[in-house]
């Protein structure tokens, strides 16, 4: 039960380039939701889905698309990357609007 | 707008001595706040969260509502309780959309 993956660790990117993060997780949660973490701030909330199928938007949308075609994954993309979005990525599921969240390894994004 | 506050971003304390974190809030609605910890190397999880009342790793938080906080305690620091604690608030009443504040480093010294 390897919990909430993330992939890539460390990425760096070109202004403009496109890329996506990879997070998968095999407990079965429904819900799933990306954070960025930037330096003297907390989390913030990028996206989130509550099934397969259905997305909606966090705090902080822009810059950021997600799908949600299986229960497993919950991909980030970013279309057109900028310096602002460099940050530290987590992605997080759980299995209820009531249930604690349980975290992956993050993802350090530099975008030059 | 709801808001978490963590007024210190690093707590010294010595092995043995109380710990207290402080976490404040602002939310028009009825809040349920937790508090999540990422100890070195490893991914962030649950610490507790107010509605379960419960004491983990002999840490517990009260919800204050008259003054907006939610005080992580411990009565004896102990050196494995080194690590980085986030106070977060849910805006959905549930767990999995949560606003948090910006940590505190707690650094346990010998």
């Known amino acids: 039960n390897a919990g909430v993956t993330q992939t890539p660790k460390f990425q760096v990117l070109k202004t403009g380039q496109s890329m996506t993060l990879q997070c998968a997780q095999d407990?079965?949660?429904?819900?799933m939701s990306w954070y960025r973490q930037d330096p003297g701030m907390g989390l913030r909330l990028i996206h989130y889905?509550?099934?397969?199928?259905?997305?909606d938007q966090g705090e902080v949308p822009n810059g950021y698309n997600v799908s949600r075609s299986t229960t497993e994954d919950f991909p980030l993309r970013l279309l057109s990357a900028a310096p602002s979005q460099t940050s530290v990525y987590f992605c997080?599921?759980?299995?209820?609007?009531?249930?604690?969240?349980?975290f992956g390894n993050g993802t350090r994004l530099t975008v030059t | 707008a709801q808001r978490v506050t963590q007024p210190e971003k690093l707590l010294s304390v010595f092995k043995g001595a109380p710990v207290e974190l402080k976490c404040n809030y602002s939310?028009?609605?009825?809040?349920?706040l937790f508090w999540y910890v990422q100890y070195s190397r490893q991914r962030l999880q649950l610490l507790l969260r107010?509605?379960s009342r419960e004491s983990i790793k002999g840490f517990t938080a009260d919800l204050n509502k008259g003054e907006t906080s939610f005080h992580l305690k411990k009565p004896f620091a102990q050196e494995e309780d080194s690590a980085m604690y986030y106070c977060?608030?849910?805006?959905?009443?549930?767990?999995?959309?949560?606003?948090f504040g910006t940590g505190t480093q707690l650094k346990v010294e010998l």
């Open positions: 889905s509550v099934g397969a199928g259905i997305t």
């Open positions: 997080a599921s759980s299995y209820s609007g009531d249930s604690p969240l349980h």
């Open positions: 407990m079965n949660h429904e819900y």
């Open positions: 939310y028009s609605g009825s809040p349920e």
């Open positions: 977060a608030l849910s805006s959905s009443g549930g767990g999995n959309k949560l606003t």
């Open positions: 107010h509605i």
